[in-house]
């Protein structure tokens, strides 16, 4: 068979069955990678690229190593699952690094941690002194969770006993030119209502004019055209019979 043809074929097969494996291994290789999630993740990648392109061995034998891999991902998930020790050993234990403006020397020399590293990630989080900090904790992950002293904390509306509105999420009304009726009858609304609110209020004649449409909570409409540079933000409830 033509080399070309062998690599694309493999290149098929090698692509379907890394996607087929990580939708069955989950969002933790993402969401929690840990130094071992990501050496495992770089292995069973590059075992999927030479399953497409070393064609000096047969494309079995690099199938069944990346089977491998992959069900040893499974394996090790489901027990760092049921066991907490296991989960310890092998993720390790987010490490308190900062405490009260202190930083604990012994605990960053035992991760071989740098002071550098640790100044660049405050400076990340929007702080620039180790005493602004009541803690830092280094999670499993290598992200540093922080936690200001309280005086260097922003003022929240609740620190000064003021009411807030409900935000919640906005829904989305219109993708790509197209309207997602589902979502309007999630709000009570339907496709008759969003056309005349695009007509009357911004004096678009068809969907397919929209690259997105949102409907806030308060009832604002975002709607962002193809041809515009600048979005179009429009409180519905503000006119009559928008509602």
Not at 19 to 31: P, V, Y
Not at 168 to 189: R, S, T
Request: charged fraction near 20%; avoid cysteine; charge should be negative.
């Amino acid at each position: 068979m033509n080399e070309t043809l062998v690599v694309i074929f493999r290149g098929i097969v090698a692509f379907t069955t890394l996607l087929i494996f990580t939708r069955i291994l989950g969002k933790q290789q993402i969401s929690q990678l840990t130094y071992f999630d990501y050496i495992l993740g770089i292995t069973i990648g590059s075992t999927a690229s030479s399953l497409t392109t070393d064609l000096s061995i047969r494309p079995w034998a690099h199938w069944v190593g990346l089977f491998i891999w992959f069900l040893a991902a499974i394996i090790l998930q489901v027990i760092t699952l049921k066991s907490r020790k296991v989960s310890k050993y092998f993720d390790g234990e987010p490490t308190i690094v900062i405490m009260n403006g202190k930083i604990m020397e012994d605990a960053m020399r035992n991760m071989r941690y740098r002071i550098t590293d640790l100044l660049e990630q405050l400076r990340i989080k929007g702080v620039f002194s180790p005493s602004q900090v009541e803690f830092a904790i280094l999670e499993t992950n290598g992200k540093l969770s922080v936690l200001k002293k309280s005086q260097y904390q922003n003022l929240t509306p609740k620190d000064m006993n003021l009411d807030t509105k409900y935000k919640g999420l906005p829904v989305e009304l219109i993708y790509d030119g197209i309207i997602l009726e589902q979502n309007l009858a999630q709000v009570g609304l339907d496709e008759e209502w969003l056309k005349s609110q695009l007509k009357n209020l911004l004096n678009i004649e068809d969907p397919s004019e929209v690259n997105l449409a949102l409907l806030d909570t308060q009832g604002k409409l975002y709607v962002d055209k193809y041809d515009e540079e600048v979005e179009i933000p429009v409180n519905v409830s503000d006119y009559p019979g928008a509602n």
